[in-house]
């Protein structure tokens, strides 16, 4: 019996890969460091904290990890004002059929918890999810199975009765650590990842159904 429904927000419930993409690409330009979408597309799902300690480290970056996400996180809350768009095509749609199903939802994202809270209420969907959680907000972000369990806590599921909606490697290993069910959405904008794990892997929200999710629990 699937007690509880668990989407990623980036690359889901928003096409915002192309978004971060840029933003990090502007920031690195900006501290003197360019850097190329394919090495940034290794970090998808990780927080900001750890992908800029990383990437800090590696290209040998003066500013602390404080500093580089103060000036991140300012410049792509002001893109993310500007940015023109709608939910993932399909989203609400599942969204629906998931409230039509009685089954609760989390949101369980290794974006900031500012990040988070701008994109739903952008879209108004804050209403349509009980609970909130944010990598940053655990001991430790994807591929460690802390955000989902803490999701799957907060909602009183037992995560072996959880199904997830991910689109990055990092979060498919997350949510098989946390002992969930996953379903893989093929988004194009979020680089080339590494969806195998997956329990069922689909090229579009719209083809998640109900039916399908009980199959999906089969597994």
């Known amino acids: ?24 690409r502007h920031t690195m330009d900006y501290f003197g460091h360019p850097i190329t ?15 800029w300690a990383s990437i800090r480290e590696e290209y040998g970056m003066a ?4 500093e580089i996400i103060e000036y991140q996180l300012t410049y792509k809350m002001e893109v993310l004002r500007a940015f023109e768009t709608e939910p993932i095509d399909g989203i609400r749609e599942l969204i629906a059929e998931l409230k ?5 939802r989390a949101i369980a994202s290794s974006s900031p918890p500012v990040f988070i809270e701008a994109v739903l209420e952008k879209f ?21 199975p802390d955000v989902y369990l803490r999701a799957a806590e907060l909602l009183g599921a037992d995560p072996a ?13 997350a949510a098989k650590a946390a002992g969930m069910h996953c379903i893989g959405f093929v988004n194009p904008n979020s680089g080339n990842q ?18 399908d999710l009980a199959k999906v629990e089969e597994k």
């Open 100 to 104: 039509k199903g009685g089954i609760p």
């Open 124 to 144: 108004g969907l804050r209403e349509e999810f009980a609970q909130v959680v944010s990598s940053e907000q655990v001991p430790k972000g994807k591929p460690a």
């Open 63 to 66: 500013q602390t990890v404080e």
């Open 1 to 24: 019996m699937i007690e509880a429904f668990i989407f990623d927000m980036d690359g889901v419930i928003i096409d915002s890969e192309p978004l971060h993409f840029d933003v990090d």
């Open 161 to 173: 009765n959880c199904v997830v909606l991910e689109d990055a490697r990092h979060g498919i290993a």
């Open 194 to 211: 590494d969806l195998s794990r997956a329990d069922l892997i689909v090229a579009s929200v719209r083809d998640i159904k109900l039916d």
């Open 37 to 51: 979408q394919e090495k940034l597309e290794e970090y998808v799902g990780m927080t900001n904290p750890e992908l």
